[in-house]
C-alpha cells in the first residue's frame, strides 16, 4: 500500500522552529518530486516548497522563502521540511505529496500521492 506519513508538527511560540518530516511506504520516495503544503482553516490549500528528485532543484513560494527549507534523504525514504521563524500566519495542517512526473509545480493537482497532514499551531 502507498502511503505518505507526516509527523513533527505541534504548537511553537513565534519566532520558534519545527521540523516536519514526510516518510514513504510502499513505494521508492527517490522516483518523486516530493512537494509540501499546507491548509489554514476557511483557505485553500497553498503549496510552498518542491524538491526534484535528486534534491538538487528546488521550488518554493515567495511566502516562506529565506524561511522555510526543503530537503531530502532518499536513503531513509524521508522528505523534511525545515521551518523557522514561525510566524502565527503559518498555522496550518501542512501536507506532503509525491508527483511522478516531477513537474516542480506548487499545484496540488500535478501531486499523486498524498498524506494524511500535521498541525502546525504558531502561537504565544
Known amino acids: 500500500q502507498l502511503q505518505l506519513v507526516e509527523s513533527g508538527g505541534g504548537l511553537v511560540q513565534p519566532g520558534g522552529s519545527l521540523r516536519l518530516s514526510c516518510t514513504a511506504s510502499?513505494?521508492?520516495?527517490?522516483?518523486?518530486?516530493i512537494g509540501w503544503f499546507r491548509q489554514a482553516p476557511g483557505k485553500v490549500r497553498e503549496g510552498i516548497l518542491c524538491i526534484s528528485r535528486s534534491g538538487g532543484s528546488f521550488n518554493g513560494a515567495d511566502s516562506v522563502k529565506g524561511r522555510f527549507a526543503i530537503s531530502r534523504d532518499n536513503a531513509k525514504n524521508t522528505v523534511y521540511l525545515q521551518m523557522n521563524s514561525l510566524r502565527p500566519e503559518d498555522t496550518a495542517t501542512y501536507y506532503c505529496a509525491a508527483d511522478y512526473l516531477a513537474t516542480m509545480s506548487l499545484s496540488s493537482t500535478d501531486y499523486n500521492y498524498w498524506g494524511q497532514g500535521t498541525q502546525v499551531t504558531v502561537s504565544s
Open positions: 510502499g513505494f521508492t520516495l527517490e522516483d518523486y518530486a
